[in-house]
């Protein structure tokens, strides 16, 4: 088998019920042609036809035979196994590239540190660079297309980033298109948390909720708003964008230039912003150790002191949790999820975290909205933005 | 033709090309066959067919020859114009019941002020014998359904409000069993912003939008969510339940038990008192006089005082619509919606609010959300709870 990159358009459903037998191959894997035909509610002639039809466009292998169910026995179907998709995960300070199977289950994955504020060019460059390592590996031979997050609005119909605060230099530029044209397959561009929030429903702590919100609190903050499966973007694409609601009249000033956004307040960078601030004033002497080890402190940091009982890294992070969770009380009322999920790098300050957000959401969110509404943090952790970025492209091609 | 109150199960389509083709009949009025066939991508056989079908259950009737398209003259159909739904609009100090023709059009509408908080059995007591007297008057014979707003949340699936703050008596009261039996045909309970959102969505400004809000601030204050056309109700049905969103740490004690929500500052309620608390202060000789004269302010005594320029009930709507303002810009840069519209009794005070809504929503949302955002008055007033239960109640008629 050659092991070089392939530029051909991979071949694609013809028609729904197509469509829907990949997703429930991708879903619940191998399955006997007698159980599609039940799951699809399809005659045994026609759904035979589509299997048949599937195997010729190389997307489905048969795999054996079935135990019998009283007749002759069925054979069983899977996706074909060389089948992938690729989710690029571009956050803050590092690039995520991974290659999954049909399955959207992870063979290969490549991070490398990157300032995503030196621009497109660099960081998409890393990008390819790092497809370019797993093909010559050979994990990412058979590329059916390519889901990306970035951490900012992005207009998902052009493929675009919009005015995105954290990411200077990304405004409009051709995201999308650029990795399309590169790699030869389709592309799907989207805002990370919406991302996230499909790799909890397909493989994480969603997976039975329809509606819900993912709540990603890294160096920004966003929420990915699932409605009946699907992840809701609003009239332009910026839905949920609450890292820029406002939580005080004043408060320091936002990436985005305005006063008073939560994020300023307890995104990633604000936590490590007031980390070093206690650290320089001697209020926190371990702050201040960890501060001239390393030069600079990270909200990983804060939550590594808080675990050990520092009294200012456990205040940073109860005042957070509170401005978080107010926000989420009138998010919780308005919405009226299933489940919130939190995710993202400041998750990583866990249960204290979680303890003050639900604290808050209880007492001030309407009893209707919180009476079974589990409040958890993400299942998936760093693999969201990956499971979610193959979900998301693997959606689009496994559609007629 | 005989006037008496018919209690059978009306008709119902049988499939969903019948669910198709009565929508369409409902909403674009009468069609010739050839015309519908397009509109549904079916074959002519199988539409005429499937119409033959909804003449013989007697929800579709003939209506004449169209004009020729090259060939024979296809026959114009119509919904059948005995077909009738009726709206009830409970809210804090009114019921009206009005009847429907298939299109939605008001035939007759009746109004009696009632305090809700005399409990289930007065309220519905009078919109029964309401809808007695349009029985009476011929208007309501072939009655296919009801659709039923109360001001308070409701749990959909049951038909019954949860914890109304507003409507004390209320709780788990089986409004939508007590109006079946009592009419014997299908009825369907909702909360009365999700029903206005409907009616605007049918016949309002809102008619080309998929995504929007329906923010009312009557008595309470509540917003219906629209996704996709379809009004969305959250986990447990509250979903959008801004009233009781905290604005404030403190503030005056709402009707929830809870202190700091939006509509204890902002509801009807809340505006009528501090405009009494003026009056009785001596800040304004307008309001003063007014209240000696009513025993009582209203919200639109506000409205009325503040478009003659009294700048005491300038202020109240000037900072009420600050509140609101900064509750629903917090909502446009989570939900992205495609058009904010706002109705019930206080929307009243007209423009004055609207231009304070828009000042604050357009300062403090993302520029992307708010970049083609109109916010605008309903269009229907009054008749928004009306249009909008005749059209909750036929979408589940006209369903398969």
């Not at 694609?12 to 469509?19: D, G, K, L, M, S």
């Not at 005659?43 to 048949?52: R, Y």
């Not at 999954?100 to 992870?106: A, E, H, M, P, S």
């Not at 307040?265 to 501060?291: I, K, M, V, Y």
Request: charged share 20%; aromatic share 2%.
């Amino acid at each position: 088998m050659p092991r070089r990159a392939q530029v051909r358009r991979p071949m694609r459903p013809e028609n729904v019920h197509q469509a829907r037998l990949l997703k429930l191959l991708r879903d619940d894997g191998p399955r006997s042609r007698a159980e599609l035909g039940d799951a699809v509610a399809l005659s045994k002639t026609k759904v035979a036809l589509e299997l048949d039809r599937l195997v010729e466009l190389g997307l489905v292998v048969g795999a054996g035979l079935a135990e019998s169910r009283g007749g002759r026995r069925s054979s069983i179907v899977q996706l074909a196994p060389t089948l992938r998709f690729l989710a690029v995960d571009i956050g803050a300070t590092s690039v995520d590239v991974a290659v999954t199977d049909g399955r959207l289950q992870v063979l290969e994955h490549l991070r490398e540190p990157m300032d995503v504020r030196r621009g497109p060019m660099p960081v998409l460059d890393l990008v390819l660079d790092l497809v370019g390592k797993l093909r010559a590996s050979g994990a990412a031979d058979d590329v059916h297309g390519v889901g990306v997050g970035v951490p900012g609005p992005v207009s998902f119909r052009e493929g675009v980033p919009v005015v995105p605060p954290i990411m200077p230099g990304w405004d409009h530029f051709p995201v999308r298109e650029t990795i399309g044209q590169a790699l030869g397959c389709p592309v799907l561009v989207d805002n990370d948390a919406n991302i996230m929030a499909l790799g909890e429903l397909h493989a994480g702590t969603a997976r039975s909720v329809h509606d819900f919100l993912f709540v990603k609190v890294g160096t920004g903050i966003g929420c990915g708003i699932v409605v009946e499966g699907s992840v809701y973007r609003g009239m332009s694409g910026s839905a949920g964008d609450i890292g820029h609601m406002s939580v005080e009249d004043d408060g320091p000033v936002c990436t985005c230039g305005r006063t008073g956004c939560l994020e300023a307040r307890f995104g990633g960078a604000a936590l490590a912003r007031d980390a070093e601030t206690a650290a320089r004033s001697g209020r926190s002497s371990l702050l201040a150790d960890r501060l001239a080890e390393a030069g600079a402190l990270s909200a990983a940091d804060v939550a590594v002191a808080a675990a050990s009982g520092d009294p200012v890294a456990v205040d940073l992070v109860r005042e957070g949790g509170q401005r978080l969770g107010r926000v989420l009380a009138s998010l919780v009322s308005f919405f009226n999820p299933g489940m919130v999920v939190i995710g993202g790098g400041v998750a990583g300050l866990g249960h204290a975290l979680l303890a003050e957000v639900r604290g808050v959401v209880y007492r001030r969110s309407l009893p209707l909205a919180t009476g079974n509404l589990p409040i958890v943090l993400s299942e998936l952790g760093a693999d969201a933005g990956i499971v979610g970025g193959a979900r998301l492209i693997s959606d689009h091609v496994l559609s007629a």
